[in-house]
């Protein structure tokens, strides 16, 4: 067991609450390690001050990089390398916490094990070599430098096609994803790009988008499930309203889309962990293609849809594999169920109403009544969610209803 756990944090402490995980394992006979954080500024009114007060060290940051470097060193004072882990569950902290094992030869998974998780451009050419089926994609990660050479645009036409996707690749949540299908659009797309960063060019593919939620220990996958969207995520920020439906065992599909998911994984580096994959059903050709895969517990409201739905949090399960304490896993399907998110709107809130069901379900609210709203950036950037579990027969119809349902009236 270790003696001492950093956490690398931007998430909300309810997303994974891991002193109580602590605790259990304490319970069972393991010794209790010390727990270190460091977080940023915007999620500290998320966690309670009675879990702060418990920590070994804490630290509010905006360069979490910096904080748990001068952190690490001071720890390393008291405690041997061996004895240490960092923990990460958010996407952009991945290779941060990779090269800090590295730097100071604590143990876990290093670059060279995360980067194909977080390069889209890579992952893609595994994928490729291994016979996993991808949109069509070029082997090239763009600077902006490369966009905004006139020559780019035509060469991204000439072996993709005119309908292509253009996103960081080592992006997440949709954000600063463009769907490009002329010059013009593609244009707009540079004035919005960030400046900073790598963007990756692949073919758009028209069908029905799927996520794939994993555990993997010890080189097999031990946890599994599948949802379908209602349409792809990327379409929140075009004031569409977006959700996914759980696939329940006797669906058909959910085989298929199980078998991509693990030859997607298979081709990758295999250490223990959660995994998000997204992918498509083609329309044309009624194939599966993997889009994306990330190292890490899905967002959205997918946690604790398949908390209630199988008893299985991804959360908890990837901080216990990271922290290596023990965690009990039996999955089984109590229900189905599914998860929505409305966008914001430009406009004045004038009323908030939930949609009264018969089943289960949570309401998350991001914005007010009387409150002026622009239209959503990012998939982060919603006014209100909806997560609800129930019986296979009545969750179809339950969830093309929250996807119909307008929950706030703008004046």
């Not at 991808?134 to 966009?147: E, G, M, N, R, V």
């Not at 889309?257 to 081709?267: C, I, K, M, Q, T």
């Not at 990271?322 to 430009?346: I, N």
Request: contains cysteine; glycine residues 6%.
């Amino acid at each position: 067991m270790p003696k001492l756990l950093m956490i690398l944090s931007q998430l909300r402490y309810r997303r994974c609450q891991y002193m109580d995980l602590i605790e259990t394992a304490e319970k069972q006979g393991c010794s209790r390690p010390e727990v270190m954080l460091v977080l940023k500024p915007r999620v500290v009114p998320h966690y309670p001050w009675e879990v702060l007060s418990r920590l070994y060290r804490f630290e509010v940051t905006e360069d979490i990089g910096r904080g748990a470097r001068n952190m690490l060193l001071e720890a390393l004072e008291s405690f041997d390398a061996k004895d240490i882990r960092i923990i990460c569950l958010d996407e952009e902290n991945q290779e941060l916490a990779a090269g800090l094992r590295e730097e100071f030869q604590i143990p876990g998974p290093k670059r060279e094990d995360v980067r194909p998780f977080r390069d889209k451009v890579a992952m893609k050419d595994r994928w490729q070599a291994a016979g996993v089926k991808t949109p069509k994609f070029l082997k090239i990660a763009f600077s902006y430098a490369d966009l905004v050479r006139s020559e780019t645009y035509d060469h991204i036409v000439q072996v993709i096609g005119s309908n292509f996707v253009l996103k960081p690749v080592d992006g997440a949540g949709a954000a600063s994803t463009y769907i490009i299908s002329n010059k013009n659009e593609y244009d707009a797309a540079l004035s919005m790009c960030e400046r900073n960063k790598k963007y990756s060019a692949e073919e758009t593919i028209v069908g029905t988008m799927f996520h794939a939620d994993s555990v993997a220990v010890d080189n097999a996958i031990v946890f599994a499930e599948v949802c379908l969207f209602n349409k792809p995520p990327l379409k929140l920020v075009h004031g569409e309203t977006v959700g996914a439906l759980l696939l329940t065992p006797t669906n058909p599909l959910r085989a298929k889309l199980l078998r991509l998911n693990e030859g997607a994984l298979r081709a990758l580096p295999q250490f223990d962990k959660v995994t998000h994959l997204e992918g498509f059903i083609d329309n044309r050709t009624g194939e599966a293609i993997a889009l994306e895969v990330a190292a890490r517990p899905a967002g959205a409201e997918i946690v604790p849809l398949l908390t209630q739905a199988t008893g299985v949090s991804l959360s908890e399960a990837a901080f216990a594999l990271q922290a290596e304490l023990p965690y009990q896993m039996t999955a089984r399907h109590m229900s189905s169920g599914g998860w929505v998110y409305y966008p914001k709107q430009p406009g004045r809130i004038r009323r908030a109403a939930v949609q009264i069901t018969a089943c289960a379900s949570e309401w998350m609210w991001m914005v007010e009544p009387g409150e002026t709203t622009v239209g959503s950036t990012n998939f982060a950037d919603r006014a209100a969610g909806v997560v609800f579990w129930e019986e296979e027969r009545e969750a179809e119809q339950t969830f093309k209803d929250l996807c119909s349902f307008e929950p706030i009236t703008y004046a």
